[in-house]
């Protein structure tokens, strides 16, 4: 297992992917064609869900499907697990979020999160966002992790585990491209003038970015590469960086 930094979350909710009831369902989920096959079938697109969490303000239930135009909250405690179209989801606990709709129903166009953590892998496709309280990031094909820390001000935690993202946070504007987890934070409030900082990589693991991709027929950067870096939020998986963090780089 990779090693991984923790800030304000526990092993076990890095760890779902150990369990035997989400392999066992990750596994009939693959088996049975993936989301084309939920889909065609009217199945739910939960892969799998513990705890308690509402959608629009009603109990969600195994059975449910979630859509985009949907609005959800998990409780505590809580883990969910969901494909829409090529893009798959896992939410953590204490999680407020809406997936706005894109081209056509099963088509996200913007996850819009408010508060808790959400990783996803999205698939190629036209530009999508996810937006925070404080960042927003223009995302085609990659590997995600995002956080609303609310107790801090609602102060943002953004990384682009791989791939090539825009990335905003009031005027601060850069282009990250990522092999190995390039991390940033939306400041509630400007640090040396700056709300886009670079950060550290915490929170979450290769794992489950490797586990999300497989949901939705995808590798990481890292499993087609054979290969890993530092995960320092650098970004790089050269043991020297080839460039600075382009938060770092900002004017």
Same mark, same amino acid.
């Given at each position: 297992? @990779?090693?991984?930094?923790?800030?304000?979350?526990?092993?076990?909710?890095?760890? /779902? /992917? +150990?369990?035997?009831?989400?392999?066992?369902?990750?596994?009939?989920?693959?088996?049975?064609?993936?989301?084309?096959?939920?889909?065609?079938?009217? =199945? *739910?697109?939960?892969?799998?869900?513990?705890?308690?969490?509402?959608?629009?303000?009603?109990?969600?239930?195994?059975?449910?499907?979630?859509? @985009?135009?949907?609005?959800? %909250?998990? $409780?505590?405690?809580?883990? %969910?697990?969901?494909?829409?179209?090529?893009?798959?989801?896992?939410?953590?606990?204490?999680?407020?979020?809406?997936?706005? =709709?894109?081209?056509?129903?099963?088509?996200?166009?913007?996850?819009?999160?408010?508060?808790?953590?959400?990783?996803?892998? /999205?698939?190629?496709?036209?530009?999508?966002?996810?937006?925070?309280?404080?960042?927003?990031?223009?995302?085609?094909?990659?590997?995600?992790?995002?956080?609303?820390?609310?107790?801090?001000?609602? =102060?943002?935690?953004?990384?682009?585990?791989?791939?090539?993202?825009?990335?905003?946070?009031?005027?601060? !504007?850069?282009?990250?491209?990522?092999?190995?987890? +390039? *991390?940033?934070?939306?400041?509630?409030?400007? !640090?040396? $003038?700056?709300?886009? @900082?670079?950060?550290?990589?915490?929170?979450?693991?290769?794992?489950?970015?490797?586990?999300?991709? !497989?949901?939705? $027929?995808?590798? @990481?950067?890292? +499993?087609?590469?054979? =290969?890993?870096?530092?995960?320092?939020?650098?970004?790089?998986?050269?043991?020297?960086?080839?460039?600075?963090?382009?938060?770092?780089?900002?004017?």
């Amino acid at each position: 297992m @990779t090693r991984h930094t923790l800030e304000g979350r526990t092993d076990d909710e890095v760890l /779902w /992917w +150990q369990r035997r009831s989400f392999i066992q369902a990750a596994a009939a989920w693959t088996a049975m064609g993936g989301f084309a096959a939920a889909h065609a079938q009217q =199945r *739910s697109n939960i892969v799998d869900f513990t705890g308690e969490a509402t959608i629009n303000g009603e109990p969600l239930t195994r059975e449910r499907t979630i859509q @985009t135009g949907d609005s959800l %909250l998990t $409780g505590p405690k809580s883990n %969910l697990i969901f494909v829409i179209g090529d893009s798959s989801f896992q939410v953590r606990q204490n999680t407020r979020f809406t997936v706005e =709709r894109g081209a056509s129903l099963f088509a996200v166009s913007v996850l819009r999160l408010l508060s808790g953590g959400i990783a996803a892998v /999205w698939g190629k496709g036209p530009h999508r966002q996810i937006t925070t309280p404080t960042l927003t990031a223009g995302i085609r094909g990659t590997g995600t992790y995002t956080e609303v820390f609310d107790a801090q001000d609602f =102060r943002s935690y953004f990384c682009n585990c791989y791939g090539t993202i825009d990335v905003n946070a009031g005027e601060d !504007k850069v282009v990250s491209q990522s092999s190995y987890h +390039q *991390s940033f934070w939306g400041e509630a409030h400007p !640090k040396n $003038g700056h709300v886009l @900082t670079a950060a550290n990589a915490i929170n979450h693991t290769d794992e489950e970015l490797e586990y999300l991709a !497989k949901l939705v $027929g995808q590798q @990481t950067a890292w +499993q087609v590469e054979g =290969r890993k870096g530092i995960k320092n939020g650098m970004g790089y998986m050269d043991p020297v960086p080839p460039s600075m963090h382009p938060a770092n780089e900002l004017k």
